[in-house]
């Protein structure tokens, strides 16, 4: 009975420490410390592409194909948006897409852009304004709005309404380095045929609902490969 | 020839006593070894010219295993201690691995199961700590294999000797598990965080924990196996009062011999087996014949060892002694009995024989194969453990015990003890069941069951009499009448005077009345007239029942007929046992009008009377040779040796305890519908086994192939480790749903 005693309080004493150890450590953050990182490859790989955007206000990342992933560049309260994703129109039109049908401000001329704004308010300016920095911002006050899907290994942005954009953990390891990924539903309401929407994927991808509950949902996808 | 047995230590399973068999079997000059696993002793028969027995005991050690030279003592003493060790130690490691245990799985298993929303604390999330969710299940691992490292130690060495057991699958199935998991964690650290998925930490702490549940289980179980012997040898006195030169000397057991002349006082118990020379007493034999009744012995009478002599002092002769008397017998008996190997036993080895090596081999060969086809070695890794994996015993190792554990758990709601599976198992094939009569088919409590009076005499004032006088005596019939006018609020008398005659009854004096209570020879010497009487007599004692006379003042008054009720539930128990096919018979010692009164009233007509106790296995020998499946249900020390040598001994609660621990199925409510109970219940445990199995089975022969890439080859899926532990889980799901059905049993149908 001693003995049993003895080992059980050992083993407490070892689960406790190991708990407060490992709730110590943030070495082995995968959003925290990975997510950024590879962002940063993205960022490296296509340094070109990446500029600031007046108009909309924002840090932005422009695919070869010229759909942007655009993330707040400062705190001032008038920015509307944090979060912004803008491709081209002409692809859905010709798909049947019936612009007024659109929720309204979707469509700015020959754009589409679908915008979200961080719950809770945005980050704070960090001064330095670079887009590395403000998105280390975003995943430092906001991860939540991060995730890591670990079967395709890549990292996701969400911008809301299941619309998001996703990089992949290790740029040239992955199938696909960068991907645009679209809710279809908005879209095909609005007239939007995905059997003859050209240039973007129509596809069945594996996630999780809000409550955890993995489910199997079509997206409108547009991947690119930027690593060597 | 030298016949030795020895004490074995570190057996696991059959396997393992077929190993030791095997080895010492070889060995020139063994004529013949027999190990018995549940008393974990081996008998050798052999040559000491040739061989000897420390050459034995070396082989024995040489094939990992302990050995020993086994005596009483041993097993009395230092065994019992050993055991008990051993049991605590069980249940130690299973605690600490349950505990280690629980939370992992709850690490492990919440995410999946997120409709429950198991909190985890964020840095636990498998998606964004990966390496910290990895670290705390090797921590929460590790103190699980080191409780069960024993698995690993006697698994592997199993292997490397060539006759892998039970244990070598664990070892295995959990080894492969563990190991992939590690691989998967240094794919984590590699920056392979997708590895998170790849962990099967939790499979092997489960199976781990739950085997060592299993183990603790059956290490109490053996415990209780041996308990009976263990009673039975301590039932017999330590010491005998030996005459010699007229004087008294206490000497051990051991030193008595046959011709010694021994002297037993009122309430002692008696040594050894011997001829009374001279005294008058009766002699409690109950602990050796199931009788509740003491009977009376006189010069020439055989009395027996172990018996209690009640009071009177008497001195006897010693004509058996050790081994010789009728308690060693007994004892042989129930061991030789519990020699045989079960049938379980045999799915076991066949199980251990061939399920790993083949499942081995497979898995080395799909590997290999997929490699020399140009695959990745990681690629091949990965088809090697898969197989491993699917193929783990879990589901195969719970198909058995959970389905007896729940079963086990409804008899025992029923009244019904079932001593472990193999009981459970042999039970469903039982086509015969031999009653013993008193304590078992009757209440073995006399009870008054005629007053006839003659002449002038009242009932109650019969009844009174006899009661007054019989007030002060411990003897059951008497204690019967006493009842009886307590039952009927008669006034018990003050006797004048007592007098006991040995072998006829007693005379007494109340209020000035000379009252005789006894045998029929009692009124022979008193030339009381009993002519009136004889017919009732003759029909009472035929009907089962013990008629005693009452005489007052030297004239015939009555007959008070005592008997041994049969209990409410006898015919009732019969009858269903009939229905369900099965041949229901009767043994007893009495003689066959006493024998066939009572199994007229329950409705048996096979009756096995005036069978001596020593001779009642012998009886169930016989129906076995005849190709009967028989189960015996008894209540006394003499019906322990048929109890054991039954195909299932079924033990009455409120009979002696030796009865109860030779037996495989106590009934604790003395309630006699628990044979066809137990029966019913067998069937369907039995059915409900080889559902769990055929579901076990079915899992691994349906995934081992997907395992193994077979049909990869045809561009069919490839089983990844994930979806092998998650069909290997399902299989464990399925067998246990399907255990608990075994929850909704109903004893009566």
Same mark, same amino acid.
């Given at each position: 009975?001693?003995?049993?005693?003895?080992?059980?309080?050992?083993?407490?004493?070892?689960?406790?420490?190991?708990?407060?150890?490992?709730?110590?450590?943030?070495?082995?953050?995968?959003?925290?410390?990975?997510?950024?990182?590879?962002?940063?490859?993205?960022?490296?790989?296509?340094?070109?592409?990446?500029?600031?955007?007046?108009?909309?206000?924002?840090?932005?990342?422009?695919?070869?194909?010229?759909?942007?992933?655009?993330?707040?560049?400062?705190?001032?309260?008038?920015?509307?948006?944090?979060?912004?994703?803008?491709?081209? #129109?002409?692809?859905?039109?010709?798909?049947?897409?019936?612009?007024?049908?659109?929720?309204?401000?979707?469509?700015?001329?020959?754009?589409?852009?679908?915008?979200?704004?961080?719950?809770?308010?945005?980050?704070?300016?960090?001064?330095?304004?670079?887009?590395?920095?403000?998105?280390?911002?975003?995943?430092? #006050?906001?991860?939540?709005?991060?995730?890591?899907?670990?079967?395709?290994?890549?990292?996701?942005?969400?911008?809301?309404?299941?619309?998001?954009?996703?990089?992949?953990?290790?740029?040239?390891?992955?199938?696909?380095?960068?991907?645009?990924?679209?809710?279809?539903?908005?879209?095909?309401?609005?007239?939007?045929?995905?059997?003859?929407?050209?240039?973007?994927?129509?596809?069945?991808?594996?996630?999780?609902?809000?409550?955890?509950?993995?489910?199997?949902?079509?997206?409108?996808?547009?991947?690119?490969?930027?690593?060597? | 020839?030298?016949?030795?047995?020895?004490?074995?230590?570190? /057996?696991?399973?059959?396997?393992?006593?077929?190993?030791?068999?095997?080895?010492?079997?070889?060995?020139?000059?063994?004529?013949?070894?027999?190990?018995?696993?549940?008393?974990?002793?081996?008998?050798? *028969?052999?040559?000491?010219?040739?061989? =000897?027995?420390?050459?034995? *005991?070396?082989?024995?050690?040489?094939?990992?295993?302990?050995?020993? !030279?086994?005596?009483?003592?041993? /097993?009395?003493?230092?065994?019992?201690?050993?055991?008990?060790?051993?049991?605590?130690?069980?249940?130690? @490691?299973?605690?600490?691995?349950?505990?280690?245990?629980?939370?992992?799985? $709850?690490?492990? /298993?919440?995410? &999946?199961?997120?409709?429950?929303?198991?909190?985890?604390?964020?840095?636990?999330?498998?998606?964004?700590?990966?390496?910290?969710?990895?670290?705390?299940?090797?921590?929460?691992?590790?103190?699980?294999?080191?409780?069960?490292?024993?698995?690993?130690?006697?698994?592997?060495?199993?292997?490397?000797?060539?006759?892998?057991?039970?244990?070598?699958?664990?070892? &295995?199935? +959990?080894?492969?598990?563990?190991?992939?998991?590690?691989?998967?964690?240094?794919?984590?650290?590699?920056?392979?965080?997708?590895?998170?998925?790849?962990?099967?930490?939790?499979?092997?702490?489960?199976?781990?924990?739950?085997?060592?549940?299993?183990?603790?289980?059956?290490?109490?179980?053996?415990?209780?196996?041996?308990?009976?012997?263990?009673?039975?040898?301590?039932?017999?006195?330590?010491?005998?009062?030996?005459?010699?030169?007229?004087?008294?000397?206490?000497?051990?057991?051991?030193?008595?011999?046959?011709? $010694?002349?021994?002297?037993?006082?009122?309430?002692?118990? %008696?040594?050894?087996?011997?001829?009374?020379?001279?005294?008058?007493? !009766?002699?409690?034999?109950? &602990?050796?014949?199931?009788?509740?009744?003491?009977?009376?012995?006189?010069?020439?009478?055989?009395?027996?060892?172990? =018996?209690?002599?009640?009071?009177?002092?008497?001195?006897?002769?010693?004509?058996?002694?050790?081994?010789?008397?009728?308690?060693?017998?007994?004892?042989?008996?129930?061991?030789?009995?519990?020699?045989?190997?079960?049938?379980?036993?045999?799915?076991?080895?066949?199980?251990?024989? $061939?399920?790993?090596?083949?499942?081995?081999?497979?898995?080395?060969?799909?590997?290999?194969?997929?490699?020399?086809?140009?695959?990745?070695?990681?690629?091949?890794?990965?088809?090697?453990?898969?197989?491993?994996?699917?193929?783990?015993?879990?589901?195969?190792?719970?198909?058995?015990?959970?389905?007896?554990?729940?079963?086990?758990?409804?008899?025992?709601?029923?009244?019904?003890?079932?001593?472990?599976?193999?009981?459970?198992?042999?039970?469903?094939?039982?086509?015969?069941?031999?009653?013993?009569?008193?304590?078992?088919?009757?209440?073995?409590?006399?009870?008054?069951?005629?007053?006839? +009076?003659?002449?002038?005499?009242?009932?109650?004032?019969?009844?009174?009499?006899?009661?007054?006088?019989?007030?002060?005596?411990?003897?059951?019939?008497?204690?019967?009448?006493?009842?009886?006018?307590?039952?009927?609020?008669?006034?018990?008398?003050?006797?004048?005077?007592?007098?006991?005659?040995?072998?006829?009854?007693?005379?007494?004096?109340?209020?000035?009345?000379?009252?005789?209570?006894?045998?029929?020879?009692?009124?022979?010497?008193?030339?009381? !007239?009993?002519?009136?009487?004889?017919?009732?007599?003759?029909?009472?004692?035929?009907?089962?029942?013990?008629? &005693?006379?009452?005489?007052?003042?030297? @004239?015939?008054?009555?007959?008070?007929?005592?008997?041994?009720? *049969?209990?409410?539930? =006898? %015919?009732?128990?019969?009858?269903?046992?009939?229905?369900?096919?099965?041949?229901?018979?009767?043994?007893?010692?009495?003689?066959?009008?006493?024998?066939?009164? %009572?199994?007229?009233?329950?409705?048996?007509?096979?009756?096995? !009377?005036?069978?001596?106790?020593?001779?009642?296995?012998?009886?169930?020998?016989?129906?076995?040779?005849?190709?009967?499946?028989?189960?015996?249900?008894?209540?006394?020390?003499?019906?322990?040796?048929?109890?054991?040598?039954?195909?299932?001994?079924?033990?009455?609660?409120?009979?002696?305890?030796?009865?109860?621990?030779?037996?495989?199925?106590?009934?604790?409510?003395?309630?006699?519908?628990?044979?066809?109970?137990?029966?019913?219940?067998?069937?369907?445990?039995?059915?409900? %086994?080889?559902?769990?199995?055929?579901?076990?089975?079915?899992?691994?022969?349906?995934?081992?192939?997907?395992?193994?890439?077979?049909?990869?080859?045809?561009?069919?899926?490839?089983?990844?480790?994930?979806?092998?532990?998650?069909? /290997?889980?399902?299989?464990?799901?399925?067998?246990? +749903?399907?255990?608990?059905?075994?929850?909704?049993?109903?004893?009566?149908?």
């Amino acid at each position: 009975m001693k003995n049993r005693i003895t080992v059980i309080c050992v083993s407490l004493v070892i689960f406790g420490l190991l708990i407060y150890t490992l709730a110590a450590i943030d070495t082995t953050d995968v959003i925290g410390k990975r997510s950024i990182g590879s962002f940063n490859a993205v960022l490296s790989a296509m340094p070109e592409n990446v500029a600031e955007d007046g108009a909309l206000g924002g840090w932005a990342i422009t695919s070869p194909g010229g759909e942007r992933f655009i993330w707040s560049r400062s705190s001032d309260p008038d920015m509307s948006y944090d979060l912004t994703l803008e491709f081209d #129109s002409k692809p859905f039109l010709d798909a049947g897409l019936n612009a007024d049908m659109l929720p309204e401000g979707m469509v700015m001329g020959e754009k589409i852009v679908i915008v979200s704004a961080l719950d809770g308010g945005r980050p704070t300016d960090p001064g330095a304004a670079s887009p590395l920095e403000l998105f280390r911002e975003i995943v430092r #006050s906001k991860r939540e709005y991060i995730n890591y899907h670990a079967a395709l290994d890549h990292f996701g942005i969400k911008i809301g309404n299941g619309n998001a954009f996703e990089w992949g953990k290790d740029i040239g390891a992955n199938d696909k380095d960068i991907v645009f990924v679209l809710d279809p539903a908005v879209f095909i309401d609005a007239g939007v045929d995905p059997s003859k929407l050209e240039g973007w994927l129509y596809a069945k991808v594996k996630t999780m609902d809000e409550s955890g509950k993995p489910v199997e949902v079509y997206k409108f996808l547009k991947p690119y490969n930027i690593g060597d | 020839m030298a016949k030795e047995i020895l004490k074995i230590t570190g /057996m696991n399973c059959a396997a393992c006593s077929a190993r030791i068999e095997k080895v010492v079997g070889k060995m020139a000059g063994v004529e013949h070894v027999s190990v018995n696993l549940a008393t974990e002793k081996a008998t050798v *028969v052999f040559d000491p010219d040739t061989v =000897s027995i420390s050459s034995i *005991v070396e082989k024995i050690e040489k094939a990992g295993y302990g050995a020993s !030279s086994f005596t009483e003592k041993t /097993m009395v003493d230092e065994d019992k201690l050993k055991k008990e060790k051993e049991i605590q130690t069980l249940w130690d @490691k299973f605690i600490v691995s349950a505990f280690f245990a629980v939370p992992l799985l $709850y690490i492990a /298993m919440g995410p &999946m199961i997120w409709w429950l929303n198991f909190p985890i604390p964020s840095f636990l999330e498998p998606m964004q700590y990966p390496l910290n969710y990895a670290i705390l299940q090797i921590a929460l691992t590790l103190p699980i294999l080191v409780a069960g490292k024993n698995f690993y130690t006697d698994g592997f060495k199993a292997i490397i000797n060539r006759s892998p057991n039970m244990d070598s699958l664990i070892a &295995m199935g +959990t080894s492969a598990a563990v190991l992939y998991s590690a691989y998967s964690v240094y794919q984590i650290t590699a920056g392979n965080f997708g590895a998170v998925e790849n962990m099967y930490f939790e499979t092997a702490g489960v199976i781990i924990t739950l085997i060592l549940l299993g183990k603790s289980l059956e290490a109490v179980s053996k415990g209780k196996t041996s308990d009976a012997i263990k009673k039975l040898v301590g039932l017999a006195p330590k010491t005998a009062v030996v005459i010699k030169d007229n004087k008294e000397y206490e000497v051990p057991i051991d030193e008595v011999e046959t011709g $010694y002349i021994i002297l037993v006082r009122p309430g002692e118990k %008696i040594p050894v087996d011997g001829e009374v020379l001279e005294g008058i007493t !009766s002699v409690d034999e109950s &602990m050796l014949t199931g009788e509740s009744i003491p009977v009376e012995k006189k010069a020439g009478d055989q009395v027996y060892a172990a =018996s209690i002599n009640k009071n009177g002092m008497i001195r006897f002769k010693a004509s058996k002694v050790g081994g010789d008397t009728a308690l060693a017998q007994i004892i042989r008996l129930v061991e030789e009995a519990q020699g045989s190997k079960a049938p379980i036993a045999k799915m076991a080895d066949i199980v251990s024989g $061939y399920f790993v090596p083949v499942v081995f081999v497979i898995a080395v060969l799909a590997a290999v194969a997929w490699f020399a086809a140009g695959e990745s070695l990681v690629f091949s890794l990965t088809i090697f453990i898969s197989v491993l994996v699917i193929a783990c015993p879990c589901a195969l190792g719970l198909a058995t015990p959970t389905a007896i554990m729940v079963a086990t758990g409804k008899g025992a709601e029923y009244g019904i003890l079932i001593k472990g599976g193999e009981a459970l198992e042999t039970t469903h094939k039982i086509d015969t069941v031999i009653f013993d009569k008193t304590g078992t088919l009757t209440e073995g409590k006399p009870e008054v069951t005629d007053v006839i +009076t003659v002449g002038d005499t009242k009932r109650n004032e019969l009844l009174q009499l006899a009661a007054s006088a019989e007030k002060g005596s411990e003897h059951p019939l008497a204690e019967a009448i006493v009842k009886e006018a307590e039952k009927e609020d008669l006034e018990i008398l003050n006797i004048d005077r007592f007098e006991a005659i040995p072998g006829y009854g007693i005379e007494v004096e109340i209020k000035g009345l000379n009252v005789l209570l006894g045998n029929s020879r009692l009124m022979d010497i008193r030339n009381i !007239s009993r002519t009136e009487l004889c017919d009732r007599s003759d029909i009472l004692a035929g009907e089962g029942k013990t008629p &005693m006379y009452v005489a007052i003042d030297n @004239k015939m008054a009555g007959i008070i007929a005592v008997a041994d009720v *049969v209990k409410s539930s =006898s %015919i009732a128990a019969i009858n269903m046992l009939r229905s369900m096919g099965v041949e229901v018979a009767m043994i007893t010692g009495d003689n066959k009008r006493t024998a066939e009164a %009572i199994a007229r009233q329950v409705g048996i007509t096979r009756v096995l !009377s005036e069978v001596l106790p020593q001779d009642k296995s012998n009886e169930v020998k016989k129906l076995q040779a005849e190709g009967k499946k028989v189960a015996m249900v008894g209540d006394g020390i003499n019906d322990a040796p048929a109890l054991v040598q039954a195909d299932i001994g079924i033990a009455i609660g409120s009979g002696t305890d030796v009865a109860i621990e030779s037996a495989d199925i106590v009934l604790m409510r003395s309630d006699l519908m628990g044979v066809p109970g137990a029966v019913r219940l067998s069937k369907s445990t039995i059915r409900n %086994i080889k559902q769990n199995l055929f579901w076990a089975f079915g899992y691994n022969v349906i995934g081992i192939p997907v395992a193994a890439g077979f049909f990869h080859l045809f561009g069919g899926p490839l089983l990844n480790p994930i979806f092998a532990a998650a069909a /290997m889980s399902l299989s464990s799901v399925s067998v246990l +749903t399907n255990a608990l059905r075994l929850k909704s049993f109903k004893l009566l149908g």
